[in-house]
C-alpha cells in the first residue's frame, strides 16, 4: 500500500503542476473520489467535513505533500479558517449577507446551506461562481456585506490596494472579512516588480507563476490603508499542538481580520 500511496502521490503532483486551475475545479471532486481509497486511515481529520484519513493529498505549485483534504478538497488555510468562524465568531447563528471572492469549493457547498447566510460568490473567471467582475472595479453598491471571504486573491491582483478599497467600500460599517495571502513572515516589505511578467520570472520572485507580488510582514499596513481596522487571530494560541498536527495546520499562518468601523455587531 505504501508503494502505491508514493505513485499516487507522483500522479497527483504531476495533474496539479500542470492542469489549468478551472479544469481543476471542474474535474477535482471526480478526481478525488477514485484516489480516496488509497488514503484510507485515521492519522490525520479535516475538520470541515469531519473525515479522517492516513495522510492528505500533495498539492500546490511545488507538489507539497500532506495538504489536501480527499473527502472536501480543503487546505491548511480552509482548515484555519473553517475552526476560526465555527469556535470564534457567529457565522454559522447569526444572519448575514456574505460575499465570497474566489469561492473554495470546501466552502460553497456548505455555506450555501446555512439558512442563516445571504450567501453569494464571486470570481473573474471560475465556474463555480454566482457573480464575474475583476474586484478592482466591483459592479456592486456600497455597504452592503455583513462578512466578506477573499482569501489567496490579493496576490494575482494588478492593484492589490485598489481591490482592498473596493472590499471595504461593499462592506458595511460594522462589518468583516477575512483576507488571506501568502506571506512571508521572514520579509518585512511586501516585494513586487511590475516588469517581472515572465511565468517562470515570476514563479522564481514570487513564488507561483500567476502571482504578481510577494506579500512582506506589512501586509497589516497596507490593509489599513485602505481604511479597515485589522487584528490578528493567532490559532498557536487556541489549539495544543496535537490539534494543529492532526488537523495539518500551518503554524506560521496567522488570520487577518479586517473590520470597518461605525457600527458595533456580533461576530
Not at 205 to 229: M, N, P
Request: hydrophobic share 35%; net charge positive.
Amino acid at each position: 500500500m505504501e508503494n502505491k500511496l508514493k505513485v499516487m502521490n507522483r500522479l497527483i503532483k504531476f495533474f496539479v503542476k500542470r492542469i489549468p486551475r478551472p479544469t481543476l475545479i471542474r474535474f477535482s471532486f471526480f478526481f478525488v473520489a477514485l484516489v480516496r481509497p488509497f488514503y484510507c486511515g485515521r492519522k490525520v481529520e479535516c475538520p470541515i467535513c469531519g473525515k479522517h484519513f492516513r495522510s492528505f493529498l500533495p498539492y500546490g505549485n511545488r507538489g507539497c505533500s500532506n495538504r489536501l483534504c480527499p473527502g472536501c478538497l480543503s487546505l491548511e488555510r480552509h482548515r484555519l479558517i473553517w475552526l476560526y468562524l465555527k469556535n470564534f465568531t457567529g457565522f454559522f447563528n447569526y444572519s448575514m449577507k456574505v460575499l465570497h471572492i474566489a469561492p473554495e469549493q470546501p466552502f460553497i457547498i456548505r455555506f450555501r446551506k446555512c439558512k442563516n447566510l445571504n450567501y453569494q460568490t464571486a470570481d473573474l473567471l471560475s465556474p463555480i461562481a454566482d457573480m464575474h467582475f475583476d474586484i478592482m472595479k466591483i459592479p456592486l453598491d456600497d455597504n452592503v456585506y455583513d462578512v466578506i471571504l477573499c482569501n489567496h486573491v490579493l496576490e494575482h491582483v494588478e492593484d492589490d490596494i485598489t481591490a482592498m478599497k473596493e472590499l471595504y467600500r461593499v462592506m458595511k460599517p460594522g462589518g468583516w472579512a477575512i483576507l488571506q495571502v501568502p506571506l512571508n513572515t521572514q520579509q518585512k516589505f511586501t516585494y513586487e516588480d511590475k516588469n517581472i511578467t515572465n511565468p517562470k520570472e515570476r514563479e522564481k520572485a514570487f513564488g507561483q507563476y500567476d502571482h504578481v507580488r510577494l506579500y512582506g510582514l506589512d501586509y497589516f499596513q497596507r490593509l489599513k490603508s485602505a481604511g479597515f481596522e485589522v487584528e490578528i487571530f493567532d490559532i498557536c494560541k487556541h489549539l495544543n499542538s496535537e490539534q494543529i498536527a492532526r488537523y495539518r495546520l500551518n503554524t506560521s499562518e496567522q488570520l487577518y481580520i479586517a473590520r470597518k468601523q461605525n457600527k458595533s455587531t456580533s461576530v
